[in-house]
C-alpha cells in the first residue's frame, strides 16, 4: 500500500527549512528516502529501521515513529541544490523479505529552493 | 565503482518492434530490481531479481519480458508495447534483497509511437 507524503509541493528561499512527511496505514520494517532532480535517477538519502532511531545526513536528518508508522524528513538551512523531488519509500512489517514487494514509494514531494 | 549503468539512455520504438533495455552493475550486488516511472509519479516495481532467480510482480503485462544473464546483467525485453508504456524504465541493485540502499541508474526513456 503507497505511503501517503505531504507536503505535495513547497517553495522555500534559500537558508528556511522544511519537513516532508511520510505515513503508512501498515506496519512498517524500514524507511527510506531519495531525491530525484529532473531528468535523473533517483538518490539515496537515508533508511531509517524499525527502532525509532533518528539519522542525521549533513543538514538533512530524518525521524521514524514506528508506533504512528510514520516518518519526517528535516531539511535546515537548505541550499539551492536541494531542490527536487523527495520520495519516501517504505517497506511493510510483514513484507516477504524473499518476494517482490519491496518498496513502494509515496507520489513525491516537490521542493523548490529560490535564491 | 558505484554505479547501475543502462542502455540505451533513449528508446523509440513502434508498436510492433522487439528491442530490450540493458542494466549493468558491477558493485557486486545479489538484487536487481526494474522499476517504471511516467512523468510526475513515483518509481512503480515491475520485477526483483535475487541471485540471478526472478520474483515475479504479477501486474507486469506480459509484453515486458525480464532476463538475468549473470549476478551483473539484468535486461528488459519490450515486444509488442502500446503508447501508454512510454515511461523512464529505472534499473537499481542493492546488496541483498530488500535490504539497504538502492543504487539507481540513470535510467531509459522509451516512447512507444
Known amino acids: 500500500q503507497q505511503p501517503v507524503q505531504s507536503p505535495q509541493a513547497v517553495i522555500l528561499r534559500e537558508g528556511e527549512d522544511a519537513v516532508i512527511n511520510c505515513s503508512s496505514s501498515?506496519?512498517?520494517?524500514?524507511v527510506h528516502w531519495y531525491r530525484q532532480k529532473h531528468g535523473e535517477a533517483p538518490v539515496f538519502l537515508m533508511i531509517l529501521l524499525k527502532g525509532g532511531e533518528q539519522k542525521g545526513h549533513e543538514k538533512i536528518s530524518a525521524s521514524f515513529n514506528e508506533k504512528k508508522q510514520q516518518s519526517s524528513l528535516y531539511l535546515t538551512a537548505s541550499q539551492l541544490s536541494y531542490s527536487g523531488t523527495y520520495f519516501c519509500?517504505?517497506?511493510?512489517?510483514?513484507?516477504?523479505?524473499?518476494?517482490?514487494?519491496?518498496?513502494?514509494f509515496g507520489k513525491g514531494t516537490h521542493l523548490i529552493i529560490q535564491p | 565503482d558505484t554505479e547501475v549503468t543502462q542502455t540505451p539512455k533513449h528508446l523509440v520504438m513502434g508498436m510492433t518492434n522487439k528491442k530490450s533495455l540493458k542494466c549493468e552493475q558491477h558493485?557486486?550486488?545479489?538484487?536487481m530490481y526494474w522499476y517504471k516511472q511516467k512523468a510526475k509519479k513515483p518509481p512503480e516495481l515491475m520485477f526483483v531479481?535475487?541471485?540471478?532467480?526472478?520474483?515475479i510482480n504479477e501486474s507486469v503485462p506480459s509484453r515486458f519480458s525480464p532476463e538475468c544473464p549473470n549476478s551483473s546483467l539484468l535486461n528488459l525485453h519490450l515486444h509488442a508495447l502500446q503508447p501508454e508504456d512510454s515511461a523512464l524504465y529505472l534499473c537499481?541493485?542493492?546488496?541483498?534483497?530488500?535490504?539497504?540502499?538502492?543504487?539507481f541508474g540513470e535510467g531509459s526513456r522509451l516512447t512507444v509511437l
Open positions: 537499481a541493485s542493492s546488496q541483498e534483497l530488500n535490504t539497504g540502499e538502492l543504487f
Open positions: 501498515k506496519a512498517l520494517y524500514s
Open positions: 558493485m557486486g550486488h545479489r538484487a
Open positions: 531479481y535475487s541471485y540471478e532467480k526472478l520474483s
Open positions: 519509500g517504505t517497506e511493510p512489517e510483514t513484507v516477504d523479505r524473499g518476494g517482490a514487494d519491496g518498496l513502494t
